[in-house]
């Protein structure tokens, strides 16, 4: 087999592979003998080095392995952060499921419904972009209003929020205006 074809089997089962693979099982796969599976493998790695490509082949003791390069981490990091759910503590996690079957709900609608202050929980689900702001509410004030995000549908495996499972929903009602006491005649 010719060099450039050893090169792009070798480049296949790597990709394909996702962590090291044998020399001895690139050899019975692409039916040739391991000076030759070395000689492209290296050649392969060279030339990704060289050109300062995305991702690299390591040899690893008897085998070889495609990864991502070392110079393109804080990229890979950032596009792949969202896979791996962000820890939660447990008051972010109330006020994100009290976001997420509310919303568009306000910080003070959370905090009404925990008893607690939850600006850092409201913070936090910013930060870790499960949250997003949707407008502000028109009343005096015009508080913030927050909406889950897409990235809040991948991190819990949801396709809409329809999946979310049903809960008992608290009533908020109209706000009660007294009116005051009439006064009395006669006095």
């Known amino acids: 087999m010719e060099q450039t074809e050893l090169q792009r089997g070798i480049e296949a089962i790597l990709f394909a592979a996702g962590e090291r693979v044998e020399v001895s099982r690139l050899c019975m796969a692409l039916e040739t003998d391991e000076d030759e599976i070395i000689a492209a493998a290296d050649a392969l790695a060279d ?5 300062r490509r995305g991702i690299r082949i390591l040899r690893l003791d008897k085998g070889y392995q495609m990864a991502s390069s070392g110079e393109m981490a804080d990229l890979v990091t950032k596009a792949l952060e969202t896979r791996k759910p962000p820890k939660l503590s447990a008051s972010q996690l109330e006020a994100l499921t009290i976001i ?5 709900a306000t910080k003070a609608m959370v905090e ?11 913070s936090a689900l910013m930060n870790k972009r499960l949250i997003e702001e949707a407008g ?15 990235d809040f549908l991948r991190t819990f495996g949801l396709s809409s929020l329809e999946e979310l499972p049903p809960i008992e929903k608290i009533s908020f009602g109209e706000p009660i205006i007294e009116e005051p006491p009439a006064a009395e005649e006669g006095n």
């Open 112 to 122: 009404q419904i925990r008893g607690v202050d939850s600006s850092y929980s409201v």
């Open 136 to 150: 502000r509410l028109n009343v005096p004030g015009r508080p913030i209003q927050y909406r889950t995000t897409p």
């Open 47 to 51: 030339t990704y080095a060289f050109e």
């Open 100 to 104: 997420a079957y509310y919303q568009p």
